[in-house]
């Protein structure tokens, strides 16, 4: 018997009974889905347009319109409203401790670069091998640019980061630990309090990448001792392509840190457009430059479903589905060459599962040309497939996993053109 | 008799004959403008609406919800296609120089810090005190980390940049020349090919803000000798609040050049997500994260326009328009205690027009409330007037000075609440 209660080899009946019984069904309403498109498991990289987002964004274009220049009486505060509901919604965290800003790049770059500078004489960033690339590529430059050592775990790349490892690598010269919560290709989630605290028992500050896990995981920044986190809201937020990011820093650490990137909108009396720079106490130092409305208002939409679901039943019901998607995995696709790239542990597994095969750019192609489905890839081997919550269903798992099922004892995935490269 | 062939004291017929005979009169009409609603003269600060960027826009988002993450096909590359469409249609450049991302803040930190590395030794960044703050304010941030000094030329309030003072204030220590090529109080214009010669003569790099120049004046980079440039969207380019800004780096220089925040977007074989930062050899160097797509989309429909319409035209009606607002300014205003606080020459002057009162700010009130003209303030007593040439008329700018001169004459504006602090 699964997690979930199901027989080993769950029928298409199980999957069905499954969204017969889910308290969050409708919530797939709420999303603009064309029930005779393609099986979508992708929104743990790109998320759906809800009705409510496109809503909200016709009204900001006709607010603009409208109201012009008298509009940003309103806006000008937005980043911290947004932040403020998005926290709360989402991220565990007290008033006043987040900003939508930026894109992740940027926010990982500012932040990163103030924890350096409140560590003066400490020279050592860690990272891990098995992060996102922006997030190592960013830590690499500012080490090169600050004189500090970029050094990285080789974390594995299924089970994601070890404690002890970590612990060896954390010494009293290290300035700050920056991980990402949930790794992006093997769904690896860290135990954010244990990392936290094994990074302040150091005296260094602890820096999160949450964009695999906001609106995926129940995240408590407060309670886990994040000293700081970064994420993006385009995937399981929903806010769309390229929407603005967020930034965390908590309370007691806003005064002491200074972002590198000084810009009007971290200026204190910011309107008086003073001679020299004057951070506000706040949050807002943590700003930079003109927001940008529109995104801001389509995050502001996003986070509207997980106020109505709640992130603990979305949580719960994550972990169903990725507890059918690994059955199946394990009753069809093992025996046809693919290998699990997602712990198996329910504990260490955030929201989507990745399958590795040696085929597996072409498998994936083929899912979306010939079978209706849309995953994506990680290189060199890896198809992720992430259920949304909010609006995947069990029936979308077992489908997926039977067309993936059916290409492989086919062949046919064999005959798609795989010479177009991976983008995204 | 005025440059616009007028006689001293226009009369609204004038204005309405100089309408008539307008050849971009027309392209008003592409803008969503209630013609009962108030006189909007702050495009130089939030441009207005067109029906192509509000249908664009309702496309991105149907596009969003439909390709989902199939779209980033086509998305990933839109940096540099509308920059190249930006460089060709408004900034006087060629192609693989321009890039449309994150904010003129982020833009200008990332380019300045690039100069600086570029310019090893040397320990001076000239500026302007009269410059926009952000732009000041990320400077001195600059200058601080990498312990340089800010040397700010103290340069006329209405009359900008004097040659001789900046000649005085560059040295062979000077690294970067940082400027507004249009002062955002006075519109004071400043001489860009014989600035950036006068740098290139010690040594420097020469970096531009063209946020109150491009769409509202002629633009030659590649000719006048800028190195780098940054600029903003959402004045004259009208393409929404917070909508993604831009940067130019000469050809010649991207391979010299390495900006700080190494984000993914820069990253050559950016998907392969391979360990180590190797940048693209080009403009993409200098992207950073994930772009913000419905803004990117936004501006691509903002270029229309200046396609059709073509820079110089409207560099013509510009002018018209200005020395129309000084004309009235001077046959009405000045008697009144206001005071011309922009360049009177027109060669000195881009696209807008301060007026300086010392009931400036309940003057900008009083317009908003009682008079339905929409100006702006800039501490610390200067109206700005800023006709689009894109959809300002001649009537616009004749009726908001004579209704400027009224609330002068009648006293009114005495009587409105000033308490409110300035936004934007």
Redesign the interface.
């Known amino acids: 018997v699964s997690p979930i209660g199901l027989t080993t080899e769950p029928s298409r009946s199980d999957a069905e009974e499954l969204d017969a019984l889910d308290p969050l069904g409708a919530s797939r309403d709420l999303f ?1 889905i ?1 029930d005779v498109g393609a099986i ?1 498991l ?1 929104g743990n ?2 998320g ?2 809800s009705q409510l ?2 809503a909200r ?2 009204d900001a ?1 006709d607010e ?3 109201r ?6 309103d ?2 505060r937005l980043a911290v409203h947004v932040g403020d509901r998005l926290a709360a919604t989402v991220l565990g965290a007290g008033p006043g401790q987040v900003a939508v800003t ?5 926010n990982l ?1 500012k932040l990163a670069d103030a924890a350096l500078a409140a560590r003066p004489g400490r020279r050592v960033i860690v990272g891990d ?1 098995e992060d ?3 997030d ?3 830590l ?3 080490a090169a ?1 600050r004189g500090a050592a970029l050094r990285l775990l080789e974390s594995d790349p299924v089970e994601g980061i070890d404690l002890d490892a970590l612990a060896a690598a954390v010494d009293r010269d290290t300035a700050l630990v920056c991980l990402s919560h949930v790794n992006y290709r093997s769904a690896a989630r860290a135990e954010m309090a244990a990392v936290s605290e094994l990074a302040h028992r150091k005296g260094a500050l602890m820096l999160w990448d949450l964009s695999h896990s906001a609106g995926a995981v129940p995240l408590h920044l407060d309670d886990d001792g994040a000293d700081l986190a970064v994420g ?1 809201t ?1 995937k399981y937020l929903n806010a ?6 967020y930034l965390y820093v908590r309370h007691e650490l806003q005064r002491q840190l200074r972002q ?8 204190r009396d ?8 004057d951070p506000e106490p706040d949050i807002r130092r943590f700003l ?9 208002v ?1 995050v502001d939409a996003g986070i509207e479903p997980f106020a109505q679901a709640g992130i603990d039943r979305l949580w719960a019901k994550s972990q169903a589905l990725t507890s059918l998607l690994i059955q199946l995995h394990d009753a069809w696709l093992a025996p046809l060459g693919c290998r699990l790239a997602s712990p198996r542990d329910p504990g260490r597994r955030a929201a989507h599962v990745s399958i590795g095969h040696h085929e597996g750019w072409r498998l994936c192609r083929a899912l ?1 040309e010939r079978a209706g489905v ?1 995953p ?1 890839f ?2 060199p081997d890896v198809i992720r497939l992430g259920p949304a919550p909010l609006y995947s269903r069990f029936v979308d798992v077992w489908d997926a996993c039977d067309r993936l099922r059916r290409l492989l004892q086919s062949g046919e995935y064999l005959t798609v053109d795989a010479s177009r ?4």
């Open positions: 603009e064309d979508y992708d990289s790109l759906r347009l987002t496109r964004l016709a274009v603009w319109g409208r012009l220049i008298e509009g940003w009486q806006w000008y930026d894109s992740t790049t940027v770059y091998r996102f690339p922006t190592r590529y960013v690499e430059g500012l640019a993006c385009y769309g392509p390229g929407s603005p990011a590198p990137i000084w810009g009007w909108f971290g200026q910011q309107f008086a457009m003073g001679q020299g720079y930079a430059g003109t927001p940008a409305v529109l995104g801001l389509a979306i849309i994506d990680r290189a490269r991976p983008v995204t």
